[in-house]
């Protein structure tokens, strides 16, 4: 589903990504650790396509991915990748409803559409009685499966995660574990991960570990 190929990365004369392989099969949970600046968001973000390796193949879907435009590359992104930051970054005048409603507006599905697979989503989240509170009106693990529910609206391909459970307490982090492997278990669904949580690396199909720009294990 995704195969990475020598991804490069520098800023300035900062060597950032020193030449990364990575592939990853459909309906597996990878997780990448490793320490503080080895470089594993400058890597999500590349193959999340939300930045450009400096050289390097990406594939995802068969799809070279440096091959397309500024504009066919976004229209990618919204349909076939999903995200799930350490902050949910959910939008605070919106409902819960709304703010999973946002991608499928922006692949142009109609509105009834959107909203009728929003409140499945939410529902599936066991957040069928919180659809109309705005995020101030959810608890962090709420917030964080409204969040999950976003990045699934568009059926993606992939769904990458950047310490998604990194603001949670270890009850509510369970609960989005448990959520992941459902995911992936009932949907097949594909998951790229970075956590410092060593319990859902435990979890995961397998760990890959960073240091210092590079895959060492
Ligand atoms: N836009 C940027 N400009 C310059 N340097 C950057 C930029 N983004 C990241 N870096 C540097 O790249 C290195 C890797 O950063 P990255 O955010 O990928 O680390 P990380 O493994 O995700 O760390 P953490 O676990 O703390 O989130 C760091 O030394 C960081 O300072
Ligand atoms: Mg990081």
Redesign the pocket.
């Known amino acids: 589903m995704l195969k990475a190929n020598s991804i490069h990365k520098s800023y300035g004369q900062l060597q950032i990504l020193k030449g990364v392989d990575l592939e990853v099969q459909q309906g597996e949970i990878v997780t990448i650790v490793g320490a ?1 600046g080895a470089g ?3 890597l ?1 973000n590349i193959l999340g396509t939300l930045d450009r390796p400096d050289s390097g193949q990406l594939f995802i879907n068969n799809i070279e991915l440096s091959k397309l435009s500024n504009k066919n590359l976004s229209d990618f992104r919204n349909r076939e990748i999903g995200f799930i930051f ?1 902050f949910h970054h959910l939008l605070a005048e919106f409902t819960a409803v709304e703010n999973v409603c946002i991608p499928a507006f922006i692949a142009g599905t109609s509105r009834s559409d959107a909203e009728r697979k929003a409140t499945e989503l939410l529902e599936l989240l066991g957040l069928k009685d919180r659809i109309n509170h705005k995020p101030n009106e959810l608890s962090g693990g709420e917030q964080q499966r409204v969040a999950v529910a976003r990045a699934l609206i568009n059926n993606p391909a992939l769904i990458f995660a ?2 998604p459970s990194g603001n949670l307490d270890s009850v509510n982090a369970l609960e989005l574990h448990e959520l992941f492997i459902k995911l992936r278990n009932d949907f097949n669904q594909t998951f790229v991960i ?1 956590t410092h949580n060593e319990d859902l690396a435990n979890l995961s199909d397998r760990t890959v570990l960073m240091k210092d720009g590079l895959i060492v294990q």
Request: proline letters at 0%; charged letters at 35%.
């Open positions: 503080s594993k968001s400058s999500l350490q950047d310490e970075v």
